[in-house]
């Protein structure tokens, strides 16, 4: 069979350092009602200010980062699909992105033009975000029908707590760990709270509560910052860490909107005014190395956290294409229903 196709997307990339390249794909980004969930003359009011300055200022931070073969998203999640495409044997394993090249659209175009009839749909987020997964499905729901593509899709559910990439990211954090270390900071990427307030349905749901305990399964399901807490807590848990080795936090906060915390950049400050000499960051909101993990993290902050007296911050690498992500990802892939 070759009709069955593997789509796995991810969120995008400039299509190089330069200014206007940064200011498309940011306006692509931010534009997108899933993303800043604004009525349209507001959002586009608000993009276009910070439109004026943050190309510049993302654009600096993109080349500090770029590698020689282009964007390490990008680069890394070819790695992802190549690595992918020997264990998926019912059709072609391709490869989208929400914004940027290679887009989700033409993607979908050029598999029914090869006739392939079913696509699982594998948005790699391992947590569930409206501004992540949900926009990933919609645009691919639109450009099925707007193109009257004859596909039929089943899609891959957030696999924050799912057995095998729990493993894979023991797995792939564990020679990092085994080399010895002070803390370890857990950071995963923010969200504002309205984002979750929208969904979740009981008022008095803790967005500060310090873990996912209690948390009911009808909660969990559209509570990011609970899936995040409960990544987490299993990760800790298969690999024996004490509470006081490790804790959690939430970065790349945009805007003067509240968003989930604790903070990462305070965090940071906290654990070097603390004097901690060897901090490990995971980031495990991503599945592969980008801007938010190689430049937010392995740059600045490192400059912060050794500023505020800290030793070494050493980043982890995501899961990227370690085997057991690879093995891990296909499973999980073969459950859905298409």
Known sequence: MTDHALLLVNLGSPASTSVDDVRRYLNQFLMDPYVVDLPWPLRRLLVSLILIRRPEQSAHAYASIWWDEGSPLIVLSRQLQEAVRPHWPHGPVALAMRYGEPSLENTLRELAAQGV??????????????????????????????????????????????????????????????????????????????????????????????????????????????????????????????????????????????????????????????????????????????????????????????????????LVPCVNSHPRWVEALVRLCERVVV
Request: charge should be negative.
């Open 117 to 314: 009839r079913k696509v699982t749909l594998a948005p790699l987020y391992p947590q569930f975000a409206q501004s992540t997964t949900t926009t990933v499905i919609e645009e691919a729901k639109r450009v099925i029908a707007q193109h009257g593509l004859d596909i039929r899709m089943g899609v891959l559910q957030p696999f924050f707590a799912e057995p095998e990439y729990l493993d894979a990211l023991v797995e792939s954090a564990r020679p990092y760990l085994d080399e010895g270390f002070d803390h370890l900071l857990l950071s995963f990427h923010g969200l504002p709270e309205r984002h979750i307030r929208k969904l979740v349905k009981q008022p008095k749901h803790d967005l500060r509560a310090p873990d996912s305990k209690g948390v009911s399964d009808e909660v969990l399901a559209v509570c990011y910052r609970s899936q995040c807490q409960r990544t987490a807590e299993a990760f800790a848990e298969r690999l024996g860490l004490r509470p006081d080795q490790w804790s959690v936090s939430f970065q790349s906060r945009l805007g003067r909107d509240k968003w989930i915390e604790p903070y990462t950049e305070t965090r940071l400050g906290e654990l070097g005014a603390q004097g901690v000499g060897k901090l490990l960051v995971m980031c495990p909101a991503f599945v592969a190395d980008c801007i938010e993990t190689l430049e937010e993290i392995g740059q600045r902050g490192q400059e912060q956290f050794a500023e505020a007296g800290g030793g070494e911050l050493k």
